[in-house]
C-alpha cells in the first residue's frame, strides 16, 4: 500500500525548508560540524546508518545523519533513496570472515580458545557514569592505548569449529544454492527462505530486532543461546571480472560477525545437537549483530520442526515489521492531511448519532 502526499501550500513548505536549515545550523557562533567530525567520532552511529541503509559509504552516512540533525531513522531513509540511484555493476563474492583482520573477537562459551579472547574497543566494562571530563575541549590528546606485545595470530580459527569436530553442532549447510534472493530488487514473499530472512533482518530496525530477541529469552521463544564467537575486523570485498574471470579485492570494510549456540533437543530426523543463529553487520553493531542472531535461529522453528508459537518466530509479522523506513513512512505520514477521509467520517458519525437519539426518543418509557 502506498500513501502520497498532499500538495499544500508552496511558500509554507519552502519556509518549512528554511526552518530546518536554520535548525540544523544551530548557533553560528559554535563551529559547524565536519562530516570526517561525525565520522570519526560518532562512529558508531555511522555504523548503524550505513547497515540500515544499506550502503557502506561512512562519508554519505555522515552526510545522512548531519541532514537529518542526527535523527537515525531520518538518516537512514535518506541513505536508502540514495541507493536506489546507484548502478550495479557487480554482485561481489561471498565475503570470507575466517581471514578477517580481527580487532575485537570473544566467545562466550571457551575461555581458552585457539588465537586467544581480543577484549578490543567495547563499552562492557566501562562505567555508566557520566565523564564530565570529555565536556572539556582537547583533554584527549595524550590518550593511547597499551599495544599488544605479541601479533594476533591472523588465522583465528572458528570457535564454532571446534564443537563441529565432534558432531555435537549442526552443519553451516549451503544457503547459497541457485540464485540469492535480493530484497532490494524483489518484492517480500512467504514463506521466505533463509536468504531473504538474512536480509531482511540486516536491514531491520535495532530498537525493534533488539525487543523481539529479548522477548525470545523471556519466555516468548524458548531460547537461551550462548555467543560461540563474536567478531569485529576488516574483510576483502572481492568480485569477478567478466574479462579476467579470477577474483579481485575492491575494497575493505569492517564488519561484525555473531554466531550464537542454541540447544535443540533434537527430533524424529535430527538427534539432540546445538543449533546456530546467524548475524552480520557492516561496521560495529554488536547489539544488533546479537540480536539478528537470537532472531535468526528463532525464525528456523518450521525448518527444526517447533511448534511455532511466539511473535520471534513468525515470518509473517518479524519480517514486515521490522523495516524501521517503511514503519517510519506509514506512522509518518499520519501527519499529513486527512481532510477528506476525517469529514466523510464526522458526516457518517453525525448521522448515526441522529439515527440514535431518534430511535432512542421512540422507545417507551420505563
Same mark, same amino acid.
Given at each position: 500500500?502506498?500513501?502520497?502526499?498532499?500538495?499544500?501550500?508552496?511558500?509554507?513548505?519552502?519556509?518549512?525548508?528554511?526552518?530546518?536549515?536554520?535548525?540544523?545550523?544551530?548557533?553560528?557562533?559554535?563551529?559547524?560540524?565536519?562530516?570526517?567530525?561525525?565520522?570519526?567520532?560518532?562512529?558508531?552511529?555511522?555504523?548503524?546508518?550505513?547497515?540500515?541503509?544499506?550502503?557502506?559509504?561512512?562519508?554519505?552516512?555522515?552526510?545522512?545523519?548531519?541532514?537529518?540533525?542526527?535523527?537515525?531513522?531520518?538518516?537512514?531513509?535518506?541513505?536508502?533513496?540514495?541507493?536506489?540511484?546507484?548502478?550495479?555493476?557487480?554482485?561481489?563474492?561471498?565475503?570470507?570472515?575466517?581471514?578477517?583482520?580481527?580487532?575485537?573477537?570473544?566467545?562466550?562459551?571457551?575461555?581458552?580458545?585457539?588465537?586467544?579472547?581480543?577484549?578490543?574497543?567495547?563499552?562492557?566494562?566501562?562505567?555508566?557514569?557520566?565523564?564530565?571530563?570529555?565536556?572539556?575541549?582537547?583533554?584527549?590528546?595524550?590518550?593511547?592505548?597499551?599495544?599488544?606485545?605479541?601479533?594476533?595470530?591472523?588465522?583465528?580459527?572458528?570457535?564454532?569449529?571446534?564443537?563441529?569436530?565432534?558432531?555435537?553442532?549442526?552443519?553451516?549447510?549451503?544457503?547459497?544454492?541457485?540464485?540469492?534472493?535480493?530484497?532490494?530488487?524483489?518484492?517480500?514473499?512467504?514463506?521466505?527462505?533463509?536468504?531473504?530472512?538474512?536480509?531482511?533482518?540486516?536491514?531491520? +530496525?535495532? *530498537? $525493534?530486532?533488539?525487543?523481539? #530477541?529479548?522477548? /525470545?529469552?523471556?519466555?516468548?521463544?524458548?531460547?537461551?543461546? @550462548?555467543? =560461540?564467537?563474536?567478531?569485529?575486523?576488516?574483510?576483502?570485498?572481492?568480485?569477478?571480472?567478466? +574479462?579476467? *574471470? $579470477?577474483?579481485?579485492?575492491? #575494497?575493505?570494510? /569492517?564488519?561484525?560477525?555473531?554466531?550464537?549456540?542454541?540447544? @535443540?533437543? =533434537?527430533?524424529?530426523?535430527?538427534?539432540?545437537?546445538?543449533?546456530?543463529?546467524?548475524?552480520?553487520?557492516? *561496521?560495529?553493531?554488536?547489539?544488533? #549483530?546479537?540480536?539478528?542472531?537470537?532472531?535468526?535461529?528463532?525464525?528456523?522453528?518450521?525448518?527444526?520442526?517447533?511448534?511455532?508459537?511466539?511473535?520471534?518466530?513468525?515470518?509473517?509479522?518479524?519480517?514486515?515489521?521490522?523495516?524501521?523506513?517503511? #514503519?517510519?513512512?506509514?506512522?509518518?505520514?499520519?501527519?499529513?492531511?486527512?481532510?477528506?477521509?476525517?469529514?466523510?467520517?464526522?458526516?457518517?458519525?453525525?448521522?448515526?448519532?441522529?439515527?440514535?437519539?431518534?430511535?432512542?426518543?421512540?422507545?417507551?418509557?420505563?
Amino acid at each position: 500500500m502506498s500513501y502520497v502526499a498532499v500538495k499544500g501550500g508552496e511558500r509554507a513548505i519552502l519556509n518549512s525548508h528554511k526552518l530546518i536549515a536554520e535548525n540544523r545550523r544551530g548557533n553560528r557562533e559554535l563551529s559547524e560540524l565536519s562530516l570526517d567530525h561525525i565520522s570519526e567520532q560518532f562512529s558508531l552511529a555511522v555504523d548503524r546508518v550505513m547497515t540500515e541503509g544499506s550502503v557502506y559509504d561512512r562519508k554519505l552516512a555522515a552526510l545522512a545523519l548531519k541532514q537529518a540533525q542526527g535523527d537515525a531513522f531520518e538518516a537512514i531513509f535518506l541513505l536508502r533513496a540514495f541507493r536506489t540511484t546507484l548502478p550495479r555493476f557487480a554482485v561481489s563474492e561471498p565475503i570470507d570472515t575466517s581471514k578477517m583482520t580481527v580487532r575485537r573477537r570473544v566467545s562466550a562459551t571457551f575461555k581458552d580458545i585457539p588465537g586467544g579472547q581480543v577484549l578490543g574497543p567495547t563499552y562492557d566494562y566501562t562505567h555508566r557514569l557520566l565523564d564530565f571530563s570529555l565536556s572539556a575541549e582537547g583533554n584527549d590528546d595524550s590518550i593511547e592505548a597499551d599495544r599488544a606485545e605479541e601479533a594476533l595470530d591472523p588465522a583465528m580459527p572458528r570457535v564454532m569449529d571446534i564443537l563441529d569436530d565432534e558432531g555435537l553442532v549442526e552443519g553451516e549447510g549451503d544457503h547459497g544454492v541457485g540464485e540469492v534472493f535480493d530484497l532490494t530488487r524483489q518484492p517480500m514473499s512467504f514463506p521466505a527462505g533463509r536468504d531473504q530472512r538474512l536480509q531482511n533482518l540486516a536491514r531491520a +530496525d535495532e *530498537g $525493534f530486532l533488539l525487543g523481539l #530477541a529479548y522477548s /525470545t529469552t523471556r519466555g516468548y521463544g524458548g531460547a537461551h543461546p @550462548f555467543v =560461540g564467537e563474536m567478531r569485529l575486523g576488516e574483510v576483502l570485498v572481492e568480485i569477478v571480472p567478466e +574479462d579476467l *574471470g $579470477f577474483p579481485i579485492a575492491i #575494497a575493505e570494510i /569492517t564488519v561484525t560477525e555473531c554466531q550464537t549456540i542454541n540447544q @535443540f533437543m =533434537g527430533s524424529v530426523k535430527k538427534p539432540p545437537q546445538f543449533t546456530r543463529g546467524y548475524g552480520l553487520t557492516f *561496521g560495529h553493531c554488536e547489539r544488533k #549483530a546479537i540480536s539478528m542472531a537470537l532472531i535468526d535461529r528463532a525464525l528456523r522453528a518450521p525448518e527444526l520442526g517447533e511448534d511455532v508459537r511466539y511473535p520471534a518466530q513468525d515470518q509473517e509479522f518479524v519480517l514486515p515489521h521490522t523495516d524501521n523506513v517503511e #514503519a517510519n513512512g506509514l506512522i509518518s505520514h499520519f501527519k499529513l492531511p486527512h481532510y477528506v477521509d476525517f469529514q466523510a467520517e464526522l458526516q457518517l458519525l453525525r448521522r448515526l448519532r441522529t439515527e440514535h437519539d431518534a430511535a432512542k426518543s421512540q422507545e417507551p418509557n420505563q
